[in-house]
């Protein structure tokens, strides 16, 4: 999974929620997770940081070492190598919850999570193969389209409409990717079309992921827990059709070469899949929205840079302000809504004063 599960919405209330007790078992209150005994005797400071040099490496590390199998080791086949993901990240999940207590398993009924698992595994798909058929800066430039097309969404179907001010800070995130786009050394109709289909499909699966952890009251590991092994299943049927698996083909992936060396980067891309997940769920327990997203900047900055250091990518003047363009938007966008935030943060601290000396008055 390259940036995959990066996308789900974890918030810092979800990684805070009481322990739940399963259906079944006594009221005594359980174990308290590996990740909290963590944070409770560490040191905090040190916690911190190594979560988020974790998630760095792991965000930034996935995309390249997915390009490289795919590129410079001939490994085409970006369906089989997101099924693998999703197999290695919930044979991992399974571990770390069961084994090591990382995070809390909390019943859920599956066909709830049906959608969402289905969801999971057209974006990744759909982000592999982008990743496969385009330059790795026309990768991660489309994939700022995300939020442009979240907001579209959801004015058109669920009547959430955007401040103007907002919409002017995403105006300099379109404009860069079109200039980015027309620009490109490796721009292709075939690739086009799937990071566009990518961006459509990762958009509604974030508004599903964020809606469905707020009513089935699951953490994103948690929910993970449940969709990745689905996401796996539903993907499994189709595998055979996207990739050539046709034993008799020249190109089958049965007449690729897998070498000790390219089965290595192979499961490395798993690991770090899995990295990734985990890296993002206490990258957001420990840290404020605004390291947060200072730490999401600078990978996607790493991502784009390693295009030119790493595969070939031309230093054209007209991309360069494509890509600085997008990403002067997604700056002040984010700046703009960590803004909001901290406001509606403030409301809610002086209506709660408000209350409290209210109800002091009326006592006696």
Not at 110 to 123: E, I, P, Q, S
Request: net charge positive.
């Amino acid at each position: 999974m390259s940036s995959t599960h990066a996308s789900l919405q974890v918030s810092e209330d979800s990684v805070k929620k009481p322990l739940v007790v399963e259906r079944g078992k006594d009221c005594a209150p359980s174990r308290p997770s590996l990740w909290r005994r963590l944070v409770q005797y560490g040191s905090a400071e040190y916690v911190t940081v190594g979560s988020m040099c974790l998630n760095f490496f792991s965000s930034t590390c996935i995309v390249v070492a997915n390009k490289y199998a795919m590129d410079s080791l001939g490994f085409r086949y970006g369906s089989t190598l997101t099924l693998f993901h999703f197999i290695c990240t919930s044979a991992l999940l399974y571990v770390s919850s069961r084994c090591f207590g990382l995070f809390e398993r909390k019943p859920c009924e599956l066909y709830k999570v049906a959608k969402l698992a289905a969801g999971a595994a057209g974006f990744v798909v759909l982000t592999n193969l982008s990743l496969q058929y385009n330059s790795v800066g026309f990768y991660q430039v489309m994939k700022v389209m995300t939020t442009p097309t979240i907001v579209v969404i959801e004015a058109l179907f669920y009547q959430k409409q955007l401040e103007n001010r907002l919409k002017l800070a995403l105006t300099p995130v379109c404009l860069g990717v079109v200039l980015t786009t027309a620009t490109d050394f490796r721009l292709n109709l075939h690739g086009t079309l799937i990071a566009s289909a990518g961006v459509i499909v990762t958009s509604l699966y974030q508004i599903w992921s964020g809606t469905m952890q707020k009513t089935l009251q699951l953490d994103a590991l948690q929910l993970q827990y449940y969709t990745s092994p689905m996401s796996a299943l539903f993907l499994l049927p189709f595998v055979p059709l996207m990739d050539n698996w046709r034993p008799g083909s020249p190109d089958s992936i049965f007449a690729y070469a897998f070498t000790p060396y390219r089965l290595g980067v192979i499961l490395m891309t798993g690991v770090l899949a899995f990295l990734v997940n985990i890296s993002i769920f206490m990258v957001i327990g420990r840290t404020s929205p605004v390291t947060y997203n200072v730490l999401g900047h600078a990978k996607t900055a790493v991502i784009i840079s390693s295009d030119f250091l790493f595969f070939g990518r031309p230093r054209d003047l007209r991309n360069f302000a494509g890509v600085l363009l997008t990403m002067i938007g997604v700056v002040w966008y984010t700046h703009l809504k960590l803004e909001d935030q901290r406001s509606d943060a403030k409301s809610k601290v002086n209506d709660s004063s408000g209350s409290i000396c209210k109800a002091s008055t009326a006592s006696p």
